[in-house]
């Protein structure tokens, strides 16, 4: 299944390399990958397009990551990523709650 993550990331050297590696090691196939600042400076989004079947297990090794602040995954099937009611939120100090955008 094809997923969308969205990490807010700290705007520090080699978070993007941290990010990718945690990808590589689990063998996650990459489609897309888009880093933007945001308005809150010293904060960027990560959007990460993926094929995989642990999709789980990868959030919980990008939230441990230090500089990453939230991860939200948003299922997307194969069609463009919405970021519907079945989205979930996860929050850096292990708070979760449901996203309602």
Do not use: C
């Not at 705007?11 to 880093?35: E, F, H, K, T, Y």
């Amino acid at each position: 299944m094809t997923y969308t993550l969205v990490a807010m990331v700290r705007d520090r050297p080699a978070v993007l390399n941290r990010a990718v590696s945690v990808l590589r090691r689990r063998g996650v196939v990459i489609d897309q990958l888009v880093l933007d600042r945001t308005e809150q400076p010293g904060v960027n989004r990560m959007t990460v397009s993926l094929d995989t079947n642990n999709v789980d297990q990868v959030v919980e090794q990008l939230r441990r990551l230090i500089d990453v602040l939230t991860v939200r995954k948003v299922a997307t099937g194969g069609g463009p990523a919405t970021e519907s009611g079945n989205a979930h939120h996860f929050q850096a100090d292990g708070v979760d709650e449901d996203v309602t955008d």
